[in-house]
C-alpha cells in the first residue's frame, strides 16, 4: 500500500485544459501552478508544447517560475510517443516528460495506426532519445486505455519499455472510464510485482468510479495519481483532488496531512470561476451542502458532537458547517440552539411550542433563518401564540 507515500500528479494544466470550457490564460496558469505549489501537489503536468505557439511559451514561463523561485512542486509535459515531440518538450526544460501511447484495439486502429510491435519500437526510439539528452529528467511512459487493451499486448508493451530500463515510471490510464477497482487492483499489483517501478494511475470518470478507482492503484502499490480540480476534464473528467483527499482523508487523516488543506476551497472555487461552472452541491468537501445537516434527529446529535454525523470536519479545510432549521424535520434541539446564538433565553415548552408552529408553516413553505428568528424573538418577548 502507498498511502503513506504517493504522490499527486496535478493535471488541471493538461487535462483539465481539454475540459470543455476550460481555457487558461497564462496569468490563470501562473496564478494555478502557485496555489498548487502552496497546497503541496508534488507534480503539475502541462499540456505539450506542441498543442499551440502559447501552449509552448507557457511551458516555459510555468517551469522560469519554478525554477527561479525554487518551488517544491515539479514540472511535467505530456507528449505523443514521437522524437518530435520528445525534441520540442526537453528544449522547455521541463523536470519530466510523460510518455503515452495507445494500446487498445481502437486507438491502435483509429489513434496510431500502429502494431503492438511496432508501438513497442516507437517507445524504444523515443524513450532512448530522451535518456540520452537528458539523463536526468523523470521519465514516464504510459498505455493509453490500459483496460480495454488486450492484456496479452499490453503486458508485452510494459515488459520490453521496463527491460529498457530507461523509465522511472510506468502509467496506467483508464481513457474511457471502465475499470472496476478490482480491475485496476489486479493490473497495478501485476505491474508492481512484474517490474519494481514506480506506477502512475490515470482515471477517468465516465462511470463514477475514478476516486475509488485511484485508491484500489493505491492499496495495490501505486505511487502516484493524477487528478484536476474539481475533476474537470474530457467528457466528465477524472479524479478530483478533492475527491482523492476526501477519500484518503477518511481512511486516515495522517495520508493528507502533507497538504495544505485550507487551500482546496480556493482551488475549487478559482478553476469554477475561470470555467464559468459551478461547484457541484454534492462535491467533495467544497459543495453548498457538503457540510449543511438538516433532520432534527441529525441536528440534535451534531450539536451534542459533529462526529456523529460527519466523517470529515469542516474546520480542516477552513469550511464552516450549518445546520438547517427552517423546515417540516426540523427538531426542537435545533431550534433551542438558535435561540442559545440569539442570546434569548426560552423554556423548553416554549421552544417545543415555536418547533410545532414552524414544523406545520414549513409543510406549506420552509422558513428562512430570519422568519426563525422573528418567531424566536416574539416568543422570548411573551407576544408568541
Ligand atoms: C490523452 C489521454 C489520456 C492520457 C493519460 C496518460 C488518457 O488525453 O492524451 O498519459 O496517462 O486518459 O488516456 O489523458
Ligand atoms: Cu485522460
Known amino acids: 500500500m502507498s498511502f503513506e507515500q504517493f504522490s499527486v500528479i496535478e493535471s488541471t494544466l493538461r487535462e483539465g485544459e481539454q475540459f470543455s470550457t476550460a481555457t487558461f490564460s497564462t496569468d490563470e496558469k501562473l496564478e494555478i501552478v502557485r496555489l498548487l505549489n502552496e497546497f503541496g501537489a508534488e507534480m503539475i503536468e502541462l499540456t505539450s508544447p506542441l498543442a499551440s505557439p502559447q501552449s509552448e511559451a507557457d511551458v516555459r514561463a510555468i517551469t522560469r517560475m519554478v525554477r527561479a523561485e525554487k518551488m517544491q512542486t515539479r514540472i511535467l509535459t505530456h507528449i505523443r510517443c514521437k522524437r518530435e515531440d520528445a525534441v520540442r518538450a526537453l528544449d522547455t526544460g521541463v523536470h519530466g516528460v510523460d510518455v503515452v501511447i495507445g494500446t487498445s484495439p481502437q486507438l491502435m486502429q483509429h489513434s496510431h495506426g500502429k502494431s503492438i510491435r511496432q508501438v513497442i519500437d516507437a517507445a524504444g526510439e523515443v524513450l532512448s532519445y530522451i535518456r540520452e539528452q537528458a539523463p536526468d529528467v523523470v521519465l514516464r511512459f504510459s498505455t493509453e486505455d490500459s483496460f480495454r487493451s488486450r492484456p496479452a499486448d499490453l503486458y508485452r508493451v510494459y515488459l520490453a519499455v521496463a527491460d529498457l530500463g530507461l523509465v522511472n515510471r510506468l502509467g496506467v490510464?483508464?481513457?474511457?472510464?471502465?475499470?472496476?477497482?478490482?480491475?485496476?487492483?489486479?493490473?497495478?499489483?501485476q505491474l508492481v510485482k512484474l517490474t519494481g517501478l514506480d506506477i502512475e494511475f490515470h482515471g477517468h470518470n465516465d462511470s463514477g468510479c475514478a476516486i475509488a478507482n485511484a485508491c484500489a492503484a493505491l492499496e495495490a502499490g501505486a505511487t502516484h495519481i493524477d487528478t484536476t480540480i474539481l475533476g474537470i476534464g474530457?467528457?466528465?473528467?477524472?479524479?478530483?483532488?478533492?475527491?482523492?483527499?476526501?477519500?484518503?482523508?477518511?481512511?486516515?487523516?495522517?495520508?493528507?496531512?502533507?497538504?495544505?488543506?485550507?487551500?482546496?476551497?480556493?482551488?475549487?472555487?478559482?478553476?469554477?470561476?475561470?470555467c464559468d461552472i459551478d461547484i457541484p452541491f454534492n462535491n467533495y468537501i467544497t459543495g453548498s451542502s457538503a457540510f449543511i445537516h438538516k433532520a432534527g434527529i441529525h441536528a440534535k446529535a451534531v450539536l451534542a458532537d459533529p462526529e456523529s454525523y460527519e466523517s470529515i470536519n469542516p474546520d480542516d479545510f477552513g469550511i464552516t458547517r450549518g445546520i438547517s432549521i427552517g423546515h417540516r424535520l426540523t427538531g426542537w434541539n435545533a431550534i433551542r440552539n438558535r435561540a442559545n446564538q440569539l442570546g434569548l433565553t426560552l423554556e423548553d415548552t416554549t421552544v417545543q411550542q415555536v418547533t410545532q408552529t414552524i414544523k406545520a408553516r414549513a409543510d406549506v413553505q420552509p422558513l428562512s433563518l430570519p422568519e426563525v428568528d422573528d418567531l424566536l424573538i416574539a416568543a422570548a418577548n411573551g407576544v408568541f401564540e
Open 234 to 274: 474530457e467528457r466528465n473528467g477524472i479524479t478530483p483532488l478533492g475527491g482523492l483527499v476526501a477519500r484518503l482523508y477518511t481512511i486516515k487523516k495522517s495520508y493528507v496531512a502533507k497538504y495544505n488543506l485550507k487551500l482546496l476551497p480556493r482551488l475549487d472555487q478559482l478553476i469554477a470561476d475561470i
Open 173 to 189: 490510464a483508464d481513457t474511457v472510464g471502465v475499470a472496476l477497482p478490482s480491475q485496476v487492483s489486479a493490473l497495478v499489483g
